[in-house]
């Protein structure tokens, strides 16, 4: 085995590294135990023909232009291709995608779609005797349904360049191998999941290229409101690119594998594969934990046996966050690959004593979880790129060898899915409408409702003037029930319960930093009411699957204000920053300003001749303070981004707020105005270590005063997304003294600061997700007000719309801009 992999993972190599793409290159080798010759013919374009440069080739990035012109041009040439956009980016961008296979299979893509829609919901199979034996006649007509996603991040530019010569492979190899893998699988390949970062990251290194600068990221946000986290909106799709690979591509094919490619960081393992470290949210069925363990540690076995070094799997990397892992909770395994980085396509050299320690291995060690050890050297995008397409083939072999393997595997879920729910389990979930008496944000079910019909949730509600009774007691009209018993319930399920996610400590007792947030209940950060169904029950068999064009708005109604709005944007792109124009875009306008603009006193403003006006709210988004008061350090980017708002910066906020202007700071931001302006409060949590305070993105309980106009209209309890968050605590200037206001008490704590939110001082903070710690925060502020002059800073010690879900805080953002 380990022979064959070598001699086939020599030849692919050498196809790369050469460039020769023409006829007359014949490549022999043993493959499966038999001679083959593989001939590429002329008339397929190699990548090289259209992009002058082999994918792989140091400082050579490909435009978005020149991916497509590629792409077009091999479905052109290979009947083993089909080419088509599926939409449009959020910068009008296409969003495309690659169909390969068989030329006979891409004729009968409709009766393969079909077989990957019955086999997912078994219940179209008929009486539930039958199904069985039907599913069995399915799975040896079917095929296994690959999605491979590139590019998603855009920095990590090996992944897209990787799909131009995993498609070209394809195309053209006669290898035996190829051959298993075009007829028994089906390959849908999306060269980027943003094809707008791959022009913005290109432009930047292009002009940065031969400077002192090369291979540094741009000044900008690589997707224009997400940046990184594009990849973390799997759950709650407010994304153009989201949207449309899931109405698009998952829904329509319901993929048994999806392999998404990506980068980590450079001092590290050279690769990762799954198995993924705990937790697994436990929503994941078996059958997808069994799936992956066996896919990545097939892959990584493989590639150990072929040399590739510094492997690791079972590290880093959790299953945990839906916001990550759309196919988990839709019967496909997600195969993610993580490949050391370089600088964009710039080579680096790293010495084995830089490599660093991650979760779950040591890179200077052979373990378990990693090995072969990697000696150091120098690393190129080549690499990459070898690294990429070698895994990617490997999981198509997989796939391949295992066709029936796959496809019976995931009609099991569909099948464990839909069965009949039994005494003692959880039949499933009423969500209830907006009423009289409970508080609900505007937009917030029509959120609800699209989100459940991109995850393809089936929706059943009472027919029109009837109602769900249970135990005698009628619920409101409008309630709608999701079932248990159907194919994607456990998506349901995940997003509309709380979380607890495990206390998992290292060695020494400190917490281990969970991969990404710890709760995801979207029931909590809209404010959306939830009644479970723990027995049977009766209602009107009436039914609705509710349809949703992509791109629809969220439902969030506009608020005309009269009010003047900065958003302020480093020269350091932040992710927040995006988020909050996204927020904003769909409720008000504003005007980004950044750090040379405040220096220079761009809070006054002419907007027609002899008139000055200044804005009446500044926002400063969630960013460290030294980010925001240094920016790029001098020698690390161009000069013209480099110096933050420095003390120019912060003066001119200071006269800003003190001719009665209204500024305010989200999260970490707000450690920056108190830093900067000196004001009577501390943040009790800033010193301390995270075996006494951690709170990895979680959902806590805040209390509001609902006399102040920052929370007019809100309920008196409500939540707060809380992660890398400062805890208020007010500060008596005169005395010198610290003091908190207690519960029920209306006196001010000092002159100058009036307490908006705080914690809960007898119960405890946490709803969903893990806080240690939680005494420390008891009765301590999360939201004040600070009037200095004529002007107020407002301070959020939480992320009021986090990542576009915290609807439920969205009107403490805007109130607090309004008032």
Known sequence: MPARLIAFALTFGLVLLTGQTNARLINSTTIEGATTTAAIPARIPAPRDVLGFVPGDDRKLASWDKVLEYFNALAKASDRVRFETLGQSTMGKPFVMATISAPENLARLDEFRKIQELLADPRQLGAPRDRDRKAAELIKRGKTVVLITCGIHSTEVGSYLSSLLIAHHLATANDANTASILRNTIILLVPSLNPDGVDIVKNWYDKTLGTPYEGTEPPELYHKYTGHDDNRDWYAFTQVETQIAVEKIHNVWHPHIVHDIHQQGQFGARLFLPPYMAPVEPNVPKQIIDGYTELGNFMAHELRAANFTGITTNSTYDAWSPSRAYS??????????????????????????????????????????????????????????????????????????????????????????????????????FVLPSRPGHYQPLGAQERFDEIFTYADVEFSKPGEGTQFRVKGRKLPLGTVLIRMDQPYAGFAKAVLEEQRYPDLRDASGNPITPYDATAHTLSLLMRIEVETIAAPFSYAPYKERRTQVVGAQTGIAAAPTSQLIALYRSSVPTMDEGWTRWVLEQRLSYEVIGDKKIRSGGLKFTP???????????????????????????????????????????????????????????????SFAIEQFKLPIRDVVAEVSDKEFFVPGSILRIELDTSNPIAQGMPKESIAWVEDSPVFEVVDSERGSSSTVGEGSSKMPGPNVRVIARYPTDRSSLISGWLLGEKRIRGKAALVEVTIGKGRIILFGFRPQYRGQSLATYPLLFNAIAH
């Open 608 to 670: 027609m001749p002899g008139v000055e006006r200044r804005f009446d709210t500044l926002i400063i988004p969630d960013e460290s303070p030294e980010t925001i008061l240094d920016g790029y350090k001098p020698g690390t980017m161009p000069p013209e981004y480099t110096g933050g708002l420095g003390a120019a910066g912060v003066k001119a906020l200071r006269e800003f707020v003190e001719q009665g202007g209204t500024l305010v700071c989200l999260n970490r931001a707000s």
């Open 328 to 429: 988990h909770y839709h019967g496909g395994v997600r195969i993610l690959s993580e490949t050391a980085s370089c600088k964009l396509a710039t080579p680096i050299t790293v010495e084995f004593d830089q490599l660093k320690k991650d979760v779950g291995y040591d890179p200077k060690q052979e373990s378990a979880s990693f090995g072969p050890l990697w000696r150091g050297g120098e690393w190129h995008l080549r690499d990459i790129t070898n690294y990429m397409t070698s895994a990617a083939f490997l999981l198509l072999r997989h796939a391949s060898e295992n066709r029936s393997e796959w496809l019976s595997r995931f009609y099991e879920i569909g099948k464990e899915a839909v069965r009949p729910r039994q005494k003692g389990e959880l039949f499933g979930f």
